[in-house]
């Protein structure tokens, strides 16, 4: 039996692939397959509004939305983190009114570490920051690879789901049904090795994801007192999302057959949704775990389904 030959790793210093920040690693990271990676790292789809963008006299490197429409910053650097960029980030934060901060970094201190930290612990469950180190890998004459590294990020969901509990009052009794349903559903994902990374603690009946920009999102909904569940796309009123609705309803007999079932295509308002229904019991906690692989088992085959279309429609 032969021993296969393998490859060693070397660790490549960034400022071989970007000599500058400004025109050299920001337009890389704006790039959809390079913030399409950023956004795996962190469990968020990212698209990128500006690059650049104004704040007042300064300019900020990079501004996103999520697939819930807020605002994501990203700020990077080259070199390992200082107290210029993280006073920076903070102002450019605000000026936009961002929900996430993403400070991408080579390397990060213990004390801004610290600081990434310290904010998540003493701001409002609706901001969230992430400090992430990027690395860039080759073996032999590979071309590099870059990797993304969390090294500082928002407190996790059992937390969360802990301190929401705990408000007591704050919470009217549905929301604190929704945020135990949720629990529940984090956690069937987690068996099955999916990440789904909350905006924050999800208080309502539904919880979205991204799923190819373009203002579309995947979504989960239950609705308890119907005894009905539902996986949707949803494509939000825009610019051109009009185009982004009737070109996936022109292919509407091709994504049927690949789901194998029939769709509801709703037309109302501000918003277009291509709807999957299921009748099932969804109030009693008893229930929630047969929900939630219902729901996941839906997730994971209408999103191979409908990204790749609504990635190639020309806006």
């Not at 400004?22 to 698209?47: M, V």
């Not at 949707?232 to 070109?247: H, I, K, P, Q, S």
Request: proline letters at 5%; one cysteine or more; hydrophobic letters at 40%.
């Amino acid at each position: 039996m032969t021993t296969p030959k393998l490859g060693r790793l070397q660790r490549v210093p960034l400022r071989k692939a970007w000599k500058r920040e400004d025109t050299g690693f920001t337009p890389w990271l704006a790039e959809a397959e390079n913030i399409a990676l950023l956004g795996e790292t962190i469990g968020i789809e990212l698209e990128v509004e500006q690059v650049e963008a104004n704040v007042g006299p300064f300019r900020a490197d990079i501004v996103c939305r999520d697939p819930h429409g807020d605002v994501v910053l990203i700020e990077n650097q080259l070199e390992k983190t200082d107290h210029s960029h993280l006073g920076q980030t903070l102002t450019y934060a605000a000026g936009l009114k961002a929900k996430t901060v993403l400070w991408v970094a080579a390397r990060f201190t213990e004390e801004h570490r610290a600081a990434v930290d310290w904010l998540n612990e003493n701001t409002g469950e609706d901001l969230h920051f992430f400090g992430l180190e990027i690395e860039l890998w080759r073996i032999g004459e590979s071309d590099f690879a870059p990797k993304f590294n969390a090294v500082a990020k928002p407190n996790d969901w059992s937390k969360a789901v802990k301190e929401s509990a705990q408000a007591g009052g704050s919470l009217s009794p549905a929301q604190q049904k929704y945020v135990q349903f949720w629990g529940v559903f984090l956690a069937e994902a987690e068996k099955r090795g999916l990440r789904y990374t909350p905006p924050a603690v999800v208080k309502t009946n539904w919880w979205n994801w991204g799923v190819g920009g373009k203002g579309c999102s995947l979504a989960a909904r239950v609705s308890p007192s119907r005894g009905q569940v539902r996986v949707f796309v949803n494509v939000l009123n825009g610019a051109g999302r009009d185009t982004v609705y009737e070109a996936l309803k022109a292919d509407r007999d091709a994504i049927e057959s690949e789901l194998g079932t029939g769709l509801l295509w709703l037309e109302s308002g501000k918003e277009r949704n291509i709807a999957w229904d299921h009748e099932m019991p969804c109030d009693e906690p008893a229930t929630w775990p047969s929900v939630s692989r219902w729901l996941l088992e839906r997730l994971a085959q209408m999103e191979p389904v409908f990204r790749p279309r609504i990635q190639a429609i020309d806006l």
